[in-house]
């Protein structure tokens, strides 16, 4: 029997504005949604050791929308893990939605719970929206953390797609510039990576490469498809927003993908 290290609640996505009107051009609304997702969360019929938000807390930069973001995701009774995506700013993300006082350039940092190490990068750098590219600097404190002597299970989490797949939409437009030296920053230590997990796409997907899975989720808000030959951005009419269930355990990782209805 598996040992169980722990489990996690991946969320992505919920792009809140600081307007309580504002709703997609198909008529969804992201804070409501938010919200939804903050009561299935609440509600879960087990208690998570936290929850990782993979970025695009917001829906573009602004002071206002971030406290509206603080008031709705604030509820969430469990510790929640933030990442920066394309539509947030690093600085605002830190200084006015997690109230920090010493701002990083670039918002990347690593943490332990029971055992296992999280690593959370920042790929909002350099690049055409809605890419990003995660810095030098970062891909360096990267590798000194895959190229250690250490035998933590190690989970790894950023907003972009690092890997390509064949899906012009997803590998020329949505793809992390840089994301193939990302994963090669990642395979010293892919022994002990349990998963990348993502957002930035609004599906689930799972990519293995080099024996590294990555896993994505989808969004709160709306939801995207990612057809074979599909070129453009091309919403999913209808489909429910979703978080999934991780489990880490001592030799393996299983995600368990939800939706709910708003
Ligand atoms: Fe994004």
Redesign the pocket.
């Known amino acids: 029997m598996t040992h169980i290290l722990l489990r996690f609640v991946h969320i992505s996505?919920t792009h809140i504005s600081h307007d309580p009107n504002y709703v997609s051009d198909r008529g969804v609304h992201p804070t409501r949604n938010a919200e939804a997702l903050v009561a299935q969360i609440n509600n879960l019929p087990f208690k998570p050791d936290f929850v990782l938000h993979t970025?695009?807390v917001i829906y573009n930069p602004d002071e206002a929308a971030y406290e509206k973001a603080r008031t709705v995701l604030g509820q969430i009774r469990y510790p929640v893990h933030y990442l920066a995506?394309?539509?947030d700013s690093s600085e605002m993300l830190q200084r006015v939605f997690l109230q920090r006082e010493t701002v990083q350039p670039a918002y990347h940092y690593q943490f332990e719970v029971n055992g296992v190490q999280v690593v959370c990068m920042d790929s909002t750098g350099p690049a055409t929206p809605?890419s990003g590219t995660v810095i030098d600097d970062q891909l360096a404190w990267l590798r000194s953390i895959t190229e250690a002597d250490d035998p933590r299970p190690l989970v790894v989490a950023v907003?972009?797609n690092t890997l390509e797949t064949g899906v012009p939409w997803l590998d020329t437009f949505?793809r992390m510039a840089n994301g193939d030296a990302l994963h090669a920053a990642l395979l010293p230590a892919r022994h002990r990576i349990r998963g990348v997990f993502y957002?930035?796409i609004h599906q689930n997907s799972q990519t293995l490469r080099d024996g590294i899975l990555y896993s994505s989720v989808l969004g709160s808000w709306y939801q995207i498809h990612s057809w074979p030959g599909q070129t453009e951005t091309t919403l999913e009419p209808d489909a429910e927003p979703g978080f999934n269930i991780v489990t880490i355990s001592t030799d393996q990782t299983h995600i368990r993908n939800h939706r709910y209805s708003v």
Do not use: Q, S
Request: glycine letters at 24%; charged letters at 15%; proline letters at 8%.
């Open positions: 996505d970025g695009d995506g394309n539509h809605p907003h972009h949505m957002g930035h």
